[in-house]
C-alpha cells in the first residue's frame, strides 16, 4: 500500500464549471468484473471532495476496514456529486475484448459512455495518458494524466465509487460459493487464496467458474483448460502442481 502523503491538486476554475473525473477498477483481477465510473463535480463540490478525504482508492488497503471505508466514502460522494455514472463489464465481456485484443478500446468506450450520460462538462480528467488519451480528439477538454487517481481529487472520487461497488460485486461471488468452499479470500487478483479456490473448485466441478476471466495469461487457468481440453490428466490438487507446468 501506499503511504507516502497525496497532493491533491484543484482546478482553478469558475464556481459554476462542472468538472467530470473518469477511473476504473478491476482491470487487473482474474475473478469478477471491470467497472468504471464518472463523477461529476462543480468547483465547490471538488472542495467538498477533498473534505471527505477523498484520495486513490487502492491507498486504503484491502482489508475489511478498507472496503467499509471505500463503501462510506462512495454514499458520502454521492451526496457531493452533481451526478454519476457507473457501469459494469462481467468477466465474459472482458474476456471477449481481451481476445480481440481490445481491453484498452473497451475502457475507451465505457468511458465515452459515461461522458455521455451526464451533464456537459467543462473539464474532464481521466486517469491514464495513454488509455484515454485518444479521447482528446472528440474531447478537447479532456486531460488523461497518469495516476491522476493520486493527483485529482474528482478522479480520486470516481475511483473509490468504482472500487466500492467492485467490492460489493466480488462479496457477491464470494458468498455464493462460501457454503460450497469456505470464505473467498484474495479479492480476485492472481495469488495463493485464488489459486485453492479454482483447484478446489475444478476438482468437485470440472470445470472453471463463470465469474473467472479465461483469457487472462495464467499458467494455472491454461493447465486448467488443458485438462478441459483432454490434452492433460487431472489429479487431486494435493498431488499436482499446475502453476509449475
Known sequence: MDRQPQQLLYFA????????????AGRG?????????????????????????????KAFGSTNRARQTRARLAGEIRGVAAHVTLICVDAAEVDRRVR???????????AEA???????????????ERLFGPLTARHPQLRARNRADRTSPVVAAASIVAKAERDALFAQIAARYEPEFGPLGGGGYINPATEAFLLAYF??????P????????WKLLINLERVMAGKRPWRPPEQLDLLDE
Open 100 to 110: 480481440l485484443g481490445e481491453l484498452n478500446l473497451l475502457e475507451q468506450e465505457l
Open 114 to 128: 459515461v461522458i455521455s450520460d451526464g451533464p456537459k462538462a467543462d473539464r474532464i480528467v481521466a486517469d491514464g
Open 210 to 217: 463463470p465469474e473467472v476471466r479465461r483469457s487472462w495469461s
Open 29 to 57: 483481477p482474474v475473478i469478477g468484473p471491470l467497472t468504471l465510473c464518472g463523477v461529476w463535480v462543480t468547483e465547490h463540490g471538488q472542495r467538498s471532495l477533498g473534505r471527505l478525504g477523498v484520495k486513490d482508492s
Open 13 to 24: 476554475t469558475d464556481a459554476k464549471d462542472m468538472i467530470l473525473g473518469i477511473d476504473e
Open 203 to 208: 476438482d468437485r466441478h470440472r470445470k472453471i
